[in-house]
């Protein structure tokens, strides 16, 4: 079974570009994909960041390459290019055959009808190593033969984490955060019957009890808005308790930083922000 496949010239999502001027002058695709309408604030950092890796392979008149390349914590971030239509999975192989599921990227067509993207995969926490090879794998339109196209990465551990526990008399709420050198990530944990139970009747197509639901956490500091979550998922589990995933650009200064909850009727309520401060280890 070819898992979570994409026509990619197909997608009625892809965008029609020209080639930028970021190619001619030399930059990564993950300065190029910045120059096109779509954009991640996470792509200038990458284009730092990445290696350069070039890995290619050319098959019955279609190439296709890995240009750049980087492996943090849980996560592995490529850009790519392919001179033809393939399909291709969605995430990333693993070389014993796990899968890195996709949760982030994009691709564009260019007017030459090259596709140029770039993908967010996370590492199974079984699978992280300190050097890992990974697959892009695909196929070409007229064949059932899946190919993949390999390169090994080192691992780099995220190195600055936070925490911190909400004032809220309504719930109980912990959050735990963690950065390298691309964003700033983790989640909140959340203790309420009734939160969970709005979300769970959401998620199922049900009719909700009326309560106002948190539905993200914006980031602040020193009561200056950095940033709204760029991530949004969130996960029930039983009928109490509910984890936020949450994302947010790379930040140098961790400092006076504190998630606000966002409901979805009254807003913002600053009153219930998490105060985030360096975690400590035992």
Request: glycine letters at 8%; one cysteine or more.
């Amino acid at each position: 079974m070819f898992r979570k496949t994409t026509a990619l010239f197909l997608a009625v999502s892809l965008m029609i570009v020209s080639v930028s001027a970021a190619s001619a002058s030399g930059s990564g695709l993950f300065h190029e994909m910045m120059e096109t309408e779509y954009t991640d604030e996470r792509l200038e950092v990458l284009e730092k960041v990445a290696d350069t890796i070039s890995v290619s392979r050319t098959e019955d008149s279609v190439t296709v390459e890995v240009s750049q390349a980087y492996y943090e914590g849980n996560r592995v971030y490529i850009s790519y290019r392919a001179s033809g239509p393939i399909f291709e999975q969605d995430g990333l192989e693993l070389e014993d055959g796990s899968y890195a599921d996709i949760t982030g990227g994009g691709s564009v067509l260019r007017e030459d009808g090259s596709v140029i993207g770039w993908k967010e995969c996370i590492v199974p926490e079984s699978e992280l190593a300190e050097v890992q090879t990974f697959c892009l794998v695909y196929r070409n339109p007229d064949s059932e033969e899946k190919r993949a196209l390999k390169f090994t990465l080192e691992h780099h551990a995220y190195d600055r984490y936070l925490e911190g526990i909400s004032p809220s008399e309504a719930y109980q709420a912990r959050a735990i955060l963690y950065t390298g050198k691309v964003d700033l990530k983790g989640i909140v944990m959340m203790t309420c019957p009734e939160q969970a139970a709005s979300w769970l009747a959401w998620q199922e197509g049900e009719e909700a009890d009326g309560t106002d639901v948190i539905v993200c956490w914006n980031l602040y500091q020193k009561d200056e808005l950095v940033s709204a979550d760029l991530f949004g998922a969130t996960a029930v589990h039983g009928t109490e308790k509910l984890t936020f995933g949450v994302m947010f650009p790379f930040m140098e200064d961790l400092s006076g930083l504190k998630l606000v909850p966002e409901y979805s009727e009254a807003g913002e309520k600053p009153e219930e922000a998490i105060a985030l401060e360096p975690m400590l280890w035992d």
